[in-house]
């Protein structure tokens, strides 16, 4: 073989290779958007359920309805071609990106913020047009979990508002896999992943209508009994917590810079938390100890019992445990040791599952 041959060989190595991690990319911001669609809360699947929230709303003050409640925070931001130089460089990045979105929220929030990045390590935090009561509600369900669960410190990298969808979509949500930046190295490697918590601005700054939604979903069993709107993002926290012990399940690393090395761990971490793998493991563990301990039940009404939203499916028909999980940790932050009992027992799985990682 002459040097020739050998380059355009290599060449077209190098250009499979790009294209099969280029493909990857796709493929992850295609699962994180289908991952993220089956994961929201959806307050309202019948629009008669709808109507009702309407009807109430009509003896409420009208005046809310003429106002668009959206953010000037843009979560979708992506850089590529970048000198990638080491994690902090990164972190300083993102820092430095969130600070500048917020130039222009005319905001009093920043104490806030930097009291919840000290105690959580959460790089970017973009609460902007948020009323001040609400930022002091959801740093205070964040000191639940970050005291309770200190080891989860330094995955998330955003919690913001978003506009995405109004309020036919989702009121809060969790992406454990966003691209955010790639390198200008031939093979792109390393790039860098966002793990992000989403409050959609069409709920949290309509607070009427939000009070109302979540009033009427608590009501009716489709979320747990006094349900609030920190307590919501309480459960996009059950979904971090899971996929942050999927990470040490599958051995994975943290995954903010993913190098070439590391690329097969992460993505087969990602695959099996967003295909409900993992969660079924936990939630067939958690149903099995709660029959053998206190009564037969079947498992669907095992996920019932913890709340409507538990017992979720994908447009597919395939429950979805990620919420069944994200909904006992919702219902035990709410009502601790009077939570469900099957609540406990998913808890109670779950902790098993943390003692391995602070071993
Ligand atoms: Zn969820």
Same mark, same amino acid.
């Given at each position: 073989m002459n040097k020739k041959k050998i380059k355009i060989s290599l060449l077209i190595v190098i250009n499979i290779s790009t294209i099969v991690i280029l493909f990857f990319l796709g493929i992850r911001v295609f699962h994180t958007f289908k991952y993220s669609n089956d994961s929201y809360y959806e307050p309202f699947k019948e629009n008669q359920q709808k109507s009702n929230v309407k009807n109430e709303e009509e003896s409420k003050s009208e005046n809310d309805d003429n106002k668009t409640y959206t953010t +000037? +925070? =843009?979560?979708?931001r992506k850089y590529t071609n970048q000198n990638i130089i080491n994690k902090q460089w990164v972190i300083d990045f993102i820092k430095k990106e969130s600070i500048e979105q917020e %130039? *222009?929220? %005319? %905001? *009093?929030l920043k104490d806030i913020e930097e009291e919840i990045s000290d105690f959580t390590k959460i790089y970017g935090i973009n609460f902007c047009e948020l009323s001040r009561e609400n930022a002091e509600n959801i740093k205070e369900s964040l000191k639940y979990v970050y005291t309770n !669960?200190?080891? +989860?410190? =330094? !995955?998330?990298t955003n919690i913001t508002l978003v506009n995405d969808g109004g309020e036919n979509s989702y009121i809060a949500a969790f992406q454990p896999s966003f691209t955010y930046m790639t390198s200008n190295t031939n093979n792109k490697f390393p790039f860098v992943i966002k793990i992000q918590v989403f409050l959609n601005a069409a709920y949290y700054l309509n607070d009427n209508y939000f009070g109302l939604v979540i009033k009427n979903a608590s009501k009716s069993n489709h979320f747990p009994t006094s349900t609030t709107k920190e307590s919501l993002v309480v459960h996009e926290f059950g979904h971090v917590i899971t996929y942050i012990l999927a990470i040490n399940y599958y051995n994975s690393n943290n995954t903010l810079l993913v190098n070439q090395n590391d690329f097969s761990k992460y993505a087969n971490t990602l695959k099996n938390y967003t295909n409900q793998v993992f969660a079924k493991q936990i939630i067939d563990e958690a149903y099995q100890n709660y029959i053998k301990e206190y009564q037969e039940e079947s498992e669907e009404n095992f996920r019932k019992n913890i709340s409507g939203y538990a017992n979720s499916f994908d447009n597919n028909g395939n429950v979805l445990y990620n919420e069944t999980i994200a909904e006992s940790f919702h219902d035990y932050y709410l009502h601790k040791n009077s939570a469900k009992l099957e609540s406990i027992s998913v808890i109670n799985v779950l902790n098993k599952y943390i003692e391995e990682i602070n071993r």
């Open positions: +000037i +925070i =843009d979560h979708t %130039n *222009n929220c %005319n %905001n *009093n !669960y200190p080891w +989860i410190q =330094d !995955y998330v």
